[in-house]
């Protein structure tokens, strides 16, 4: 499986964007899929999960109410749409597929995209 993330840019606290994942591959339906960010200087952090049939979604309480996830399936595209952007939001933001083990983990995450730089100035 092959993940190309996309959609980041430089936005201004308050604003808006919407990340895509779009994955190669004939199984990305059976995939869990998460999103993750890394700013400077700090470790990859967890963001958002959602199943595989977008059934079930999880997010970290940091953006919990502010970004959705969402996936379609038929487009082999997995959204994170983000709402309400703060500076803390900054980072490069990475989409993997979910292997096992806990959704909160790097290590629970088998292939990933490049990741997309997002920029909230203050």
């Known amino acids: 499986v092959q993940l190309q993330a996309s959609g980041g840019g430089l936005v201004q606290a308050g604003g808006s964007l919407r990340l895509s994942c779009a994955a190669s591959?004939?199984?990305?339906?059976?995939?869990?899929m998460g999103w993750f960010r890394q700013a400077p200087g700090k470790e990859h952090e967890f963001v958002a999960f959602?199943?595989?049939?977008?059934?079930?979604?999880d997010y970290a309480d940091s953006v919990k109410g502010r970004f959705t996830i969402s996936r379609d399936n038929a487009k082999n595209t997995v959204y994170l749409q983000m709402n309400s952007l703060k500076p803390e939001d900054t980072a490069v933001y990475y989409c993997?597929?979910?292997?096992?083990?806990?959704?909160?983990?790097?290590?629970?995450?088998?292939?990933w995209g490049q990741g997309t730089q997002v920029t909230v100035s203050s």
């Open positions: 993997a597929t979910y292997y096992s083990g806990s959704g909160y983990l790097v290590t629970s995450y088998k292939y």
């Open positions: 591959g004939r199984t990305f339906s059976s995939y869990g």
């Open positions: 959602i199943g595989w049939s977008g059934g079930s979604t």
